[in-house]
């Protein structure tokens, strides 16, 4: 296994303010068991590790979601939020140019921003920010 993912678990496990007691109790598991798979030494390669429905749990239980990040990083994908999990502009930005390059570009903006209680001015400078930096990236492509 890759020593990234165990210190994106650790990462997940350090960061819950509960400790780890209170995670382990969470997801049902033992929390001697939870201990040695949250650790990222491990030097046994017959030492437990989180199983597959176990590291689900421990996104959902915390929140965090670096381990799915993990994976797609680590196989080559990219991360977009639902529409029904914007949070930020960025997510917005995201998830407008999902539509977009999908081809479904009949979202009213303003109404959808605000369905979403991001302000416009917020995303708007966003989207400004990312529209110089794609045009310099257009420019280096043509040299």
């Known amino acids: ?15 819950y303010g509960g400790g780890q007691q209170e995670l382990a109790e969470l997801m049902g598991v033992n929390y001697n068991s939870f201990r040695n798979k949250a650790n990222p030494n491990k030097t046994d390669e ?17 929140g965090d979601f670096r381990l799915l990040q993990f994976f797609a990083d680590e196989f080559g994908f990219s991360l977009v939020r639902q529409e029904g999990e914007v949070s930020s502009p960025d997510d917005a930005l995201l998830y407008q140019l999902q539509c977009m390059s999908r081809g479904n570009d009949g979202v009213d903006i303003r109404q959808w921003l605000g369905r979403h209680d ?15 930096n794609l045009m310099v990236m257009v420019e280096r492509a043509n040299g």
């Open 1 to 15: 296994m890759s020593t990234k993912l165990f210190w994106a678990i650790k990462d997940t496990v350090d960061a």
């Open 46 to 62: 017959k030492a437990s590790h989180f199983t597959t429905p176990e590291l689900f749990r421990l996104m959902q239980v915390t």
């Open 118 to 132: 991001i302000r416009r001015a917020d995303f708007v400078a966003l989207a400004m920010r990312f529209m110089k």
